[in-house]
């Protein structure tokens, strides 16, 4: 980093590359991708011991490359399927993929052509000889997942999917980001900004991401990597003491990930500078308060250099809401003179609190942001020092604030969501720019007509694979080969938010109460307790396998094999784990909070219309509430299954993608220009 004594005007043009276009030099089609090497392990499973698999917390470097490894695997064996079904997609659908090829041509080097062809399976509900046939079923192997389950995919008709609306009037939206899937993805932030920036792409828009270059990404899944720029990037830095104003060398990466333009920043020299070093996301020895106030920072600039004229930047969570605060006052009247700002928060768990002297990191001094109208976080007037809330300066200076689904707006605005930011949310100011848009799913990826990890796709229309999804999964499990019990499913982080008190609770209420089996997976927080569980009382017991342990192949084989899926959150922002279930025909059985009361409706609610009932729901937090909502759902499963399964098929038919959700946020990004 150069250091000058003097100080740096907020907004002064750094040195570097001016002028730019922000349009990335146009490069040839890439190379085909590979095809997943459908070979099982040669490991074999000694003891039932083996299949708890505990990562303490955080993953260690070799297990975060194993996941890497693993991702990469799962997005060649995705990119292998939409080739062969390139030619089986609808006029609509064909629509919609040319509007995203118009708009990546503004953006992005075009997408390859694919045209191969597999025929799909059009059996009866009844005839699934053919899809059986080609199942390579698990024989005593520790991570069978790990390998294809079928000698060749067999996609079935039926997956529900819907042609996109391309809207007239094209917008240029950016996104800044500190995650973005599928390959920096911690939590739902990940998915939610692929997913929004896809779906925007599809209607026509011109969308591209901005995000940090974390020295653990896997660069051969980013299609088309190329430097783009260097520049000098306004930074503070601490010097003999005291914090002082210069400039840090910055380099600019472009490439594609998961076909979206995506912009990676990071430092020119990394010896000299650590920021977003590490062995996974979140996961360096820098201050992550410093870096993501310099991405936010070394956004900006970029845009300003670079030419780029976004009709809005959507900011996501408090990682980026420092660039709202900086925008209107270094760049509003300095060089990007059009956009509107759009904050969007996921999860107000952590809201990003910063001394008035850490905040030289963008370039800028704290002390202009240091009072309640701003940025001041009133918890420490008096303090000595005072500091700064950054999500609260993001609420304050963007034009709209959204989160993730209309009942967690709710809860933050009237009840005790926000926190200590409840007082700045009841500004009528505030208020009326505040909104819930819920989040959807990727339904291509997740699609269990198309889905390449299962062993047989299914659909509404031919659903029978999901029974043999169902003995794939309990054969691969060492558990009781079983089509009679209820199979209840956990996927989640392991922490206190998702209600682990009551995941433990109905991990017995269902086997030794009910006589189902249960299926946990997940890592966190509480690691040890179901590890405790998995080594005593469930240890090689034939209906329950806690896997403390993260994948993103077992979790597909998951939800397409469970009867239900159990989401007992304290809070839930909006969630995704119920959208997938339901796409999966698995019945969800949620705590009605936030985004779970939103999208899962009670079928014993007579006041919801029948059509819209799709699970089962209960309001309280103790075991009590718990189990009145999945004995009842067990109930059904067991006393009437011809309801079961047309509640499932129901479920299936369902529009869970981000369909509707891109088109409100377009909406909404409208209503902001005009204001």
């Given amino acids: 980093m150069r250091v000058s004594t003097t100080s740096m005007r907020a907004g002064s043009t750094a040195r570097g590359a001016g002028g730019r276009s922000w349009l990335p030099n146009v ?13 099982a392990p040669s490991h074999v499973v000694k003891s039932m011991d083996a299949y708890v698999e505990v990562v303490d917390g955080q993953p260690t470097i070799e297990q975060f490359e194993a996941m890497q490894r693993e991702m990469q695997a799962l997005e060649e064996e995705n990119e292998r399927l939409r080739a062969q079904l390139g030619a089986q997609r609808s006029p609509a659908s064909n629509k919609s993929r040319e509007a995203v090829a118009q708009a990546q041509l503004q953006w992005a080097t075009p997408a390859a052509v694919r045209s191969v062809q597999v025929p799909l399976a059009t059996m009866s509900p009844t005839t699934t000889a053919g899809l059986k046939d080609g199942i390579v079923w698990p024989a005593n192997e520790a991570r069978f997942w790990d390998r294809a389950p079928r000698t060749a995919p067999m996609p079935v008709e039926g997956s529900g999917g819907k042609g996109v609306e391309v809207d007239a009037d094209s917008m240029s939206i950016v996104h800044i980001t500190a995650e973005m899937a599928p390959i920096a993805k911690v939590g739902g932030l990940g998915d939610v900004v692929t997913g929004l920036a896809k779906s925007c792409l599809a209607r026509g828009h011109n969308v591209a991401v901005i995000m940090p270059y974390y020295s653990s990404l896997p660069t051969d899944q980013i299609e088309g990597l190329k430097h783009e720029m260097d520049l000098d990037v306004p930074k503070g830095v601490r010097w003999d003491g005291e914090v002082q104003m210069g400039v840090l060398k910055t380099s600019v990466y472009w490439g594609k990930i998961a076909g979206v333009p995506t912009y990676l920043i990071r430092p020119f020299d990394w010896d000299a500078c650590n920021i977003f070093r590490g062995g996974r996301i979140y996961g360096g020895s820098y201050d ?21 004229k976004p009709d809005v930047l959507q900011l996501h969570d408090w990682h980026a809401a420092a660039a709202a605060m900086l925008y209107w006052d270094c760049y509003h009247n300095d060089g990007l003179p059009s956009p509107k700002i759009m904050l969007t928060i996921h999860n107000l768990e952590n809201t990003g609190e910063v001394r008035q002297d850490e905040f030289a990191a963008t370039g800028c001094w704290g002390e202009q942001f240091a009072s309640i109208d701003k940025a001041l976080d009133e918890r420490t007037i008096g303090h000595n020092p005072e500091r700064l809330n950054l999500m609260k300066g993001g609420i304050v200076y963007s034009n709209a604030v959204t989160t993730v689904s209309p009942t967690y707006a709710r809860e933050v605005a009237t009840g005790g969501a926000a926190g200590f930011l409840r007082p700045i949310f009841e500004k009528p100011d505030i208020a009326a720019k505040f909104f819930g848009i819920l989040n959807g799913i990727d339904a291509e990826e997740w699609d269990p007509a198309t889905d390449p990890l299962l062993a047989a796709n299914y659909s509404a229309v031919v659903p029978g694979g999901k029974a043999l999804c169902k003995e794939f999964l309990q054969r691969g499990l060492g558990m009781a080969v079983d089509p009679t019990k209820p199979l209840v499913a956990v996927v989640s982080r392991l922490v206190p938010q998702k209600g682990i008190h009551l995941i433990k609770s109905a991990v017995y209420r269902t086997v030794h109460h009910h006589g189902g ?33 993260y994948s993103e192949r077992l979790a597909h084989m998951i939800y397409a094999a469970a009867d239900i899926v159990l989401v007992p959150s304290m809070f839930e922002p909006c969630g995704l784990t119920q959208l997938i279930a ?92 005009r204001s």
């Fill in 517 to 549: 089996q249960f299926v946990l997976l997940g890592s966190g927080h509480a690691d040890g307790i179901f590890k405790g569980m998995a080594e005593t009382d469930f240890k090689d017991h034939p209906d329950c396998r806690l896997m403390v342990m």
């Fill in 288 to 308: 992550e308060r410093e870096a993501y106030l310099y991405l936010c920072r070394a956004s900006l600039e970029f845009l300003k250099l670079s030419g780029m």
């Fill in 582 to 673: 339901l796409r999966y025909g698995a019945v969800p059985v949620v705590r009605a909070t936030g985004g779970l009361a939103d999208t899962v409706f009670d079928v014993d609610n007579n006041s919801i219309a029948p059509e819209r009932r799709n699970g089962f729901s209960f309001g309280g937090a103790d075991d009590g509430a718990l189990y009145g909502a999945l004995d009842r759902a067990v109930a059904m499963y067991r006393d009437r299954p011809a309801d079961w399964a047309q509640l499932a098929t129901r479920n299936m038919l369902g529009d869970v993608s981000w369909g509707m959700s891109a088109k409100l946020y377009v909406a909404k990004y409208r209503t902001i220009l």
């Fill in 27 to 39: 490069v040839g089609p890439t190379a085909p991708r590979a095809l997943l090497q459908r070979r």
